[in-house]
């Protein structure tokens, strides 16, 4: 009887000395980057490649400068008779084909004249225009 009570008296002392019920039941969730912004794709994409290169910084074609670009873009049909930029649908934006070399694009892939965009940036571009094409 006496083993037993030690026992219980033991399991009972380790479980009270193992627990500390302030930290034993938070849960930190993977890190999940956050969702791609226009901001993002302003200066990561348009002020580098586009408008700052001088392509798209002047009136005959959609300026993409700063405070000028998701204007120009988003709802804004293009001439191939698609809009730049139709949130939530990459396939159905000029602007998604355009930098993927996709079918139906007139003139070259862009930018052009530059390497082509990373596979993360495009991804991120795709993202952006996924969730809708907000502009932050």
């Known amino acids: 009887m006496k083993v037993q009570v030690l026992a219980f008296a033991l399991s009972i002392a380790l479980v009270a000395c193992g627990t500390d019920s302030t930290t ?32 798209h910084a002047d009136a005959t074609l959609p300026n993409l400068s700063a405070g000028l670009a998701y204007g120009n873009l988003v709802n804004k049909e293009a001439s191939a008779g698609i809009d730049l930029i139709e ?33 993360e940036l495009i991804a991120a571009v795709r993202e952006w225009i996924e969730l809708g094409a907000p502009n932050d």
């Open 87 to 119: 949130p939530g649908d990459p396939a159905k934006s000029y602007l998604f084909t355009k930098i993927t070399n996709g079918e139906g694009i007139q003139g070259s892939r862009m930018p052009r004249g530059r390497a082509a965009l990373s596979e």
């Open 24 to 55: 034993d039941m938070v849960f930190d969730p993977p890190d999940e980057p956050p969702p791609v912004t226009f901001s993002f794709i302003q200066d990561n994409i348009f002020n580098p490649s586009c408008a700052l290169s001088g392509c």
